[in-house]
């Protein structure tokens, strides 16, 4: 572990301005809050939820390629879709494991020889350009590095029996989206270490901060939200009818 996080530091210093970057698109989740629907293939405005997602990164000028990690059952109507929004940078859609670190890690060891990892939930359609770009560009820099936007509800710890026992200062929070960028060669070997121990974290950089490394925030877009229930749905595509405007 000590030498991982030496490499981490060492890169600090470094700009790879013509690293290598590949989308993981982590789509193999169950919807298990969506009664039933999978969300993935829900259309806003017309276009799927992970068509929507995907033509983000095919515009991307940061992003060379595209790795999709889908379940099982859903892998032709993926390639389907794929085909139907002309996603020209995709190079491989892999079976998802049992978790998302599963999930992201088969589509991680499709894509080992790029050099960075645009980590990203399928179900975050309204990604846009400029928040790859910044994202990818402060990896480049950091390492690692996310999007966070600040939060706009005060932030609760409750006990067991749902008292509340403290209001933490929500100015030293952030609510952590997606994209997450990390250079493979960091993140490839924790990835591997955090699935073989049976670890469950939802978010990427998480590994990055337990091994002893620094994740930079970056601005993040309230309009990058995550399609989790169906109510989502109308908010995506109120959203996206504004932007229209």
Known sequence: MANTVAQFKLDYQIVDEGASAAALIAAAGFS??????????????????????????????DIDRIIISAAKESIADVEKLCSEYSISKLTDIVPGGGTRMESVLAAAEAAKDSELFAIHDGARPLVSTELIARVTAAARIYGAAAPGVPLKDTVKRI????FAVETPNREE???????????????????KKACSAGARPTDDCSLIEEAGGEVKIVEGDYCNIKITTPEDIAAAEALLLRKAE
């Open 173 to 191: 929070y952030t609510a952590v989206q997606t994209p997450q960028v990390i250079k493979a060669k960091l993140y490839l070997p924790l990835l």
């Open 32 to 61: 298990s809050r969506m009664k039933g629907i999978n969300k993935l293939f829900v259309p806003l405005l017309g276009i799927p939820v992970l068509a929507r997602t995907l033509l983000a990164f095919e515009k991307s000028a």
């Open 159 to 162: 006990n067991g029996a749902h």
